[in-house]
């Protein structure tokens, strides 16, 4: 089952090594991964999105606690949550298509932010699942050149929130 993993981690020169390598030791595979700092500096919000049963992933959560650098640590699978993903496409398209395209861009909420004769670049926000059927659809109607995909970033629903312990 795929799972969004919330981690607050010391903003220092290695956590995020630290943490790819209790993976990659672990044979765990890591499918998307983004991190910032957060509105404190010394402090970066990790999203990562992995694959594993309920029992593999609390292992995972159990081992990342015990990192020195990790502060807090939430499989936000398990509770209300949303989730977003940024893509950027180019697209080849036929001047003929252009209208078309444009058109369903807008309606998906997406934005074209450079219309040149030769490729279209266009941004879209969804879920991953809203965003893999954005890009089977759009396919339809142009080539994809290049896709550019920012990976999950996930926030608890409600009063809840991952914070500094």
Known sequence: MRHIIAILLQNEAGALTRVAGLFSSRGYNIESLAVAPTDDPTVSRLTLVTSGSDAVIQQIANQLK?????VSVEDMTR???IERELVL???RLEPARRDTVRGYVARSGGSVLDPSCDCFIVELLGSEA????LMR???QHAE?????RSGALGISRGKH????V
């Open 66 to 70: 015990k990192l020195v650098d990790v």
């Open 79 to 81: 509770g209300a949550h």
């Open 89 to 91: 496409l180019k697209l």
């Open 130 to 133: 809203e965003i893999n059927a």
């Open 137 to 139: 659809e759009l396919a």
């Open 144 to 148: 994809l050149v290049e896709v550019v």
């Open 161 to 164: 929130a991952l914070r500094l």
